[in-house]
Every structure is written in C-alpha cells, then in structure tokens.
T-cell receptor, first 111, second 112 residues
Framework: DAKTTQPNSMESNEEEPVHLPCNHS???????IHWYRQLPSQGPEYVIH???SNVNNRMASLAIAEDRKSSTLILHRATLRDAAVYYC????????????FGDGTTLTVKP | SQTIHQWPATLVQPVGSPLSLECTVE??????LYWYRQAAGRGLQLLFY??????ISSEVPQNLSASRPQDRQFILSSKKLLLSDSGFYLC???????????FGSGTQLSVL
C-alpha cells in the first residue's frame, strides 16, 4: 500500500484558514486521496476525497498537486470544533480497498 | 441510509479471558468490512478485512481472529487476551469496489 506523510501537529487561530499538507510520492494511478478526521474517543469521519482535480464540499477543500504526489486539505475558517487528528490516506477500489493510516496531523485551534 | 453499529463502547477484561466484539452494518449489501486497532496517540492499524461471507484476510499476525458469519456482521475474537491487546478497536465498512470508509464509534478495550 502506498504511504502518506503528514506533519505531526499544527496550530491555527480560530476564524483563520488552515492548510494541512500531505505527501504521497508513491501514489498510483488508481489511488484516490482521502481525508478523515478523528475526535477523541470517536471513530474517524470522512472529510473529503479526490482523484486529480481540486474538490470542494461544505466541510473543506482539497487541493491536489498536478503530479499528484502531494495534496493539501484546506479549512477555510477554523473553528474550535475543527480541532482533531486529520488523516490523509490513499484508497483504491481494487484490492479490497486496504488503506494504511499514519499517525495523522493533530490540529490545535486557539481561540 | 446506511448505519454501522459497534458494541460495546468500553470493555475491561482480565488477561487470559476471551473476547468478542461485534459490528453490524445496516442499509447496504455485500460491503467490505474492516477491523482496525488504534494505540493511544497513534494512527489506525488494519487488523482484518473481509470482502464477503466467510472471507477473512489478516494483515498482522496476532492473538486475534475475525469472522463474518453473515453479510453485514463482522466479529473480532480472541480465546485468551494479552495485555498488549488493549486499545481502541474500530470497525469500518465500504461499498464493494467503493473507496469511502465509514467507521463505527469504536470499543475501548482495557486488558488488566
């Protein structure tokens, strides 16, 4: 399974934008880039995903590099409720969709 | 709509006791099912996955086993728990040949 690399932690001020980076240099052509976030003692929840083009939804935006070897999750205006561990993973619809989760990025939002 | 149920939410078991964690999915058919374990402050480790009834693949050698007796039921078991089995266990599902993962609320297992 292709691996992803994320910074261990990041800080942001409330109401400011947050850019969470992810490197996935060994990504294959069938890999989708997924982002999930996890609050303490809860299961991860889906945030956004994409294949090649940038994506927007009500929660966030996903910017994908042209060579697909990196991506950035963008939270446009961080709130205290966005404080969580964010995971960037690669998923394919083949091979049972196995995915490797790293340790993610712990986002702290300061009021 | 699809939902995933996982229970119990917390469990405290003595070393050497058996384990059975159950996960069920509603509102979909023939899902891929997964068991993950998470150590405190760490990422998720894939333990088992299943693409169909009776089809189980193990990712990591360990003291645990999994079974899928019905299409939407996934069970994680152990005959004798070890201290190292403590952790946060998460069940997840995805649509067959789909990519989105949907997680249960998890079971915090403490082996004492």
């Amino acid at each position: 399974d292709a691996k992803t690399t994320q910074p261990n932690s990041m800080e942001s001020n409330e109401e400011e934008p947050v850019h969470l980076p992810c490197n996935h240099s060994t990504i294959s052509g069938t890999d989708y880039i997924h982002w999930y976030r996890q609050l303490p003692s809860q299961g991860p929840e889906y945030v956004i995903h994409g294949l090649t083009s940038n994506v927007n939804n009500r929660m966030a935006s996903l910017a994908i590099a042209e060579d697909r070897k990196s991506s950035t999750l963008i939270l446009h205006r961080a709130t205290l409720r966005d404080a969580a561990v964010y995971y960037c993973i690669l998923r394919t619809n083949t091979n049972a969709g196995k995915s490797t989760f790293g340790d993610g990025t712990t986002l702290t939002v300061k009021p | 709509s699809q939902t995933i149920h996982q229970w119990p939410a917390t469990l405290v078991q003595p070393v050497g006791s058996p384990l059975s964690l159950e996960c069920t999915v509603e509102g979909t058919s023939n899902p891929n099912l997964y068991w993950y374990r998470q150590a405190a402050g760490r990422g998720l480790q894939l333990l088992f996955y299943s693409v169909g009834i009776g089809q189980i693949s193990s990712e990591v050698p360990q003291n645990l086993s999994a079974s899928r007796p019905q299409d939407r039921q996934f069970i994680l078991s152990s005959k004798k728990l070890l201290l190292s089995d403590s952790g946060f266990y998460l069940c997840a599902w995805s649509v067959l040949r789909g990519t989105l993962l949907f997680f249960g609320s998890g079971t915090q297992l403490s082996v004492l």
